[in-house]
């Protein structure tokens, strides 16, 4: 039965309010966004075309290399621990002997609920050097505390591990969820085969879990390389810029130093990156699942 | 973990050995999940002297519940709470009222182009933030909605994520549900907001927590918009409170950080089916 006006009024009344407000909030700032970044715009004044200006400033901007480094750090140290140690304890909540499964995923995922910037704030008295509890810790164990968010070879990897702290209950449920999706026949027909548990895991499990693997690496680049208010409420980008990463440093240009056509290639750039680094996972990736069938 | 391989053995001495073991690290992990929790709660129960005693002690007694009003008069905590209802209300009932609708209009009717669109619709979920950054705080200076609910409001309302979430669990929903409410008489809205909402109500409560809890502790949005005190919504209170801009003492600083986190926390105790469900169902980004 067809509704009483055509279908396709319908359809159009009820789509039209959201597609106004995506189109307005959404694809025209994109557009805008990309023709910005071939403006020298500082928001009072009219913006002036440049051409690529911008973006031949990017290639000679010490600056953009040393925070897209920064980033590419952060992402190398938040995102193999992030994985690891999700998958070791998805794998361990996952075995039918545990006792209180859903009390330990429950307190695992807890800090991604919460604002990072909060919870940043809360780090940044437990890694104070003088009365923070990580160096009471230390302090305890004879060990002279450490300088967590000011020595410049100490903070980022501190920035980072607040980053896997308040991230890694998300792994642990996505893992939990792969490990389920995979069949027990599966597990008993290794079983049979004389597998091991380390065996089954390497041969079985893991390579099943691809899907959920790359589900998570993607996601984490892409986190990764947007990573902003743990650095701007901890450490402010230092020190010695240590921790000034490439979001930071956009959001500086723009608001700060108010250089919103040159900020606006660097949003570009920064989808560039972030897109070509998600296409390379795709492939290497599914040329690995191809192997295995 | 070397157990698994023999569950029909759990008399194995090595085995529950293993297993207590494994057992044991992944609970204190746990427990360091929380440990800054209860840390933030217990400094912001101290006196400053307390908080900067060597050796700190775990519990200093008594406890100095007064720095929770302290904190609260110190900056105007009361207004950041009622902005970050009133913004994170508003963006989840109008998100979810737009998404819901534009959701129905995708899965239940027909119509030239809709294929296309959806699919368009699809490609805008890869535009990342940092690109409309920009552009959106130009159109909200436009609009004169810097610094203003609108402007912390209506930007959050658009995404597509959501219709796509909702349209997916709506088409499962028997057309002839529809068709039996219209012999009956039924507008088309009526339709939509009887039969359809009430049946996925699932997939909407569970769009709702991740909806409310994103826009609760978004930040780069809100510190782009907003320019005076009285409309800081609480993530960015912590932001002034982390840059010094009230009191210098950890434990009202601690009391302060507990307004933001500790209402989202019991949130979290009493939903979190939906939570650990909503992340399992679709691969939702917390």
Known sequence: MKPRRNQAAWGWEFIAPALLLIGLFVVVPCVWGIGLSFTQYDAIAPARFIGVGNYSRLREDPLVWSTLMNTAIYVLLTLPTSLALALLIATALHQKWFVGRSFARGIYFLPNVTSLAAVAFVWEWLLNPEYGLANAGLRGLGIPGLGWLSDPELAMPSVAAVGVWHGLGFGVLIYLAGLRSIPEEVHEAAKIDGAGFWQGFRSVTWPLLTPTTMFLTIMGVIGGFQVFQSVYIMTGGGPLDRTRVYLYYLWQSAFQNLEMGYASAMAVLLFVIVMVLTLVQRRFYDRRLQAWQ | ?286
């Open chain 2, 1 to 286: 973990m070397a157990v698994a391989r023999r569950p029909e053995a759990p008399s194995d001495l090595a085995g529950r050995v293993v297993r207590g073991a494994v057992w044991t690290v992944v609970m204190v992990g746990g427990l360091a999940m929380v440990v800054p929790f209860l840390w933030m709660v217990l400094t912001s129960l101290r006196t400053d002297a307390e908080a900067f005693a060597w050796p700190p002690r775990l519990v200093t007694w008594p406890m100095r519940w007064e720095n929770y009003p302290e904190a609260w008069q110190i900056a105007p905590f009361g207004r950041f709470f009622l902005n970050s209802v009133i913004v994170s209300v508003s963006v989840t009932v109008g998100s979810l009222l737009l998404n819901s609708l534009a959701a129905f209009g995708f899965a239940k009717y027909d119509f030239r182009g809709r294929n296309v669109l959806f699919m368009a619709l699809l490609a805008t979920l890869m535009i990342p933030y940092q690109v409309t950054m920009i552009p959106s705080f130009l159109l909200l200076k436009q609009l004169a909605w810097l610094d203003s609910y609108p402007g912390l409001v209506v930007p959050g309302l658009a995404g597509a994520f959501g219709i796509f979430f909702l349209r997916q669990y709506m088409i499962t929903i028997p057309d002839d549900y529809l068709d039996a409410a219209r012999i009956d008489g039924a507008t088309e809205y009526r339709i939509f907001w009887r039969v359809v909402m009430p049946l996925a109500k699932p997939a909407v409560a569970t769009l709702a927590v991740f909806t409310f809890l994103g826009a609760w502790n978004d930040f780069l949005g809100p510190l782009i918009v907003v320019k005076s005190d009285e409309m800081r919504t609480l993530p960015l209170a912590i932001s002034a409170l982390s840059a010094g801009h009230y009191v210098m003492s950890w434990p009202l600083l601690m009391a302060g950080a507990s307004f933001v986190v500790i209402p989202v926390l019991l949130v979290y105790l009493v939903a979190q089916r939906y939570f650990v469900e909503g992340i399992a169902l679709g691969g939702l980004k917390g």
